[in-house]
């Protein structure tokens, strides 16, 4: 898998258009997953998940030739720093200007839920499927829980389900051990486990 990754990024780094088009499609639903989850519901509210995934993107390709690829893990690495750093900027944006008008975001119905279904694919690496909620009543309810979450919680499990990293990995991204990550690790998803046990709003 590695090798064909690097390939693709390669023949994407070259201008090949169906590798680009490969590596939109890989990496296109758990960009989205971290955005959304990474934004919160205050940015959520200001700025699309979609225009700024699409932004990431644009900058990634276009910055493609300057990547030594080390590995899939690697490469998830360096494309998820560029959107939480993305991220960073635009709440900053929006706390420097002081915004509060939400933006209007236009997609048709089969649009919006073509992505609610990728998303949810990704969120359920952590979510347990309700059998009577809609696609949308689970989002909500799988992004109400994250937010509630300590900042190092989200952080452990956008790293471990989203991001894909192992622990040995996460504990050299945040400066802990790996007895340190597993433990963090194991307090997050219970915690997360119950608050996504709380009834939502009537």
Not at 150 to 176: F, H, K, M, Q
Request: glycine letters at 4%; aromatic letters at 6%; proline letters at 4%.
């Amino acid at each position: 898998m590695d090798e064909a990754s690097r390939e693709s990024v390669e023949r994407a780094a070259r201008g090949d258009a169906e590798a680009i088009r490969h590596l939109l499609r890989a990496h296109m639903a758990g960009l989205r997953a971290y955005v959304r989850l990474r934004m919160g519901p205050e940015l959520r509210a200001k700025e699309s998940s979609a225009d700024l995934v699409q932004d990431v993107l644009l900058e990634a390709l276009q910055d493609l030739d300057q990547v030594e690829y080390r590995g899939e893990a690697a490469f998830k690495h360096w494309l998820y720093t560029r959107a939480e750093h993305r991220i960073v900027d635009r709440a900053r944006f929006y706390k420097r200007a002081k915004r509060d008008a939400e933006r209007e975001v236009s997609q048709d119905a089969a649009s919006r839920a073509e992505a609610e279904r990728e998303l949810l694919a990704c969120y359920r690496t952590f979510l347990t499927p309700s059998r009577h909620a809609s696609a949308r009543e689970e989002l909500e309810r799988a992004e109400r829980a994250f937010a509630k979450l300590p900042p190092d919680y989200r952080e452990v499990i956008l790293l471990a389900r989203i991001v894909g990293l192992s622990p040995a990995e996460i504990a050299e991204r945040t400066g802990r051990s790996r007895s340190a990550v597993n433990t963090l690790y194991s307090r997050a998803l219970a915690r997360l486990s119950s608050l996504l046990r709380e009834p939502g709003p009537p």
